[in-house]
């Protein structure tokens, strides 16, 4: 499992990745933790390309930031990602806002680096 926790604005986001075989489930949440968005991953070995679609609850904002991490995370691993996603702060600023994409963002992608880190070292090991 992958655990990080980074402040943003007046909050902590935590991103959460479990493997499940060989795919992963990634929960991404912060300040009133919730589910406002999922999103699942697809990667096309024919095409070389992923894609990713999102499922948002009413009144929730998270779609952009699970369908990207989605897309993002099959893009990187080869396999079938999810994502969860719900950060909610009150009263909360545009300013806030990008901060706290920005820092989810830099997660997801330090998670990607992690596991191309490890699939490099698998190769070099066999």
Do not use: P, Q
């Given at each position: 499992m992958f655990t990080v926790t980074r402040?943003?604005?007046r909050i902590e986001i935590?991103?959460?990745?479990?493997k499940l075989g060989?795919?992963?489930l990634l929960?991404?949440?912060g300040g009133k933790e919730h589910a406002g968005?999922?999103?699942v991953g697809l990667f096309d070995e024919k095409s070389?390309?992923?894609?990713s679609s999102v499922i948002t609850l009413p009144g929730h904002r998270e779609e952009r930031l699970a369908l990207d991490s989605a897309?993002?995370?099959?893009?990187?691993?080869?396999?079938?990602?999810?994502?969860v996603a719900g950060i909610h702060v009150d009263s909360i600023s545009l300013e806030e806002i990008k901060e706290i994409v920005s820092t989810a963002e830099e997660m997801v992608g330090n998670?990607?680096?992690s596991c191309k880190k490890s699939d490099v070292t698998a190769r070099r090991n066999k």
């Open positions: 402040k943003a604005s935590t991103l959460e990745v479990k060989e795919d992963y929960t991404l949440t968005a999922v999103a070389g390309r992923a894609s897309r993002r995370v099959s893009k990187a691993t080869g396999k079938t990602s999810i994502v998670f990607i680096a």
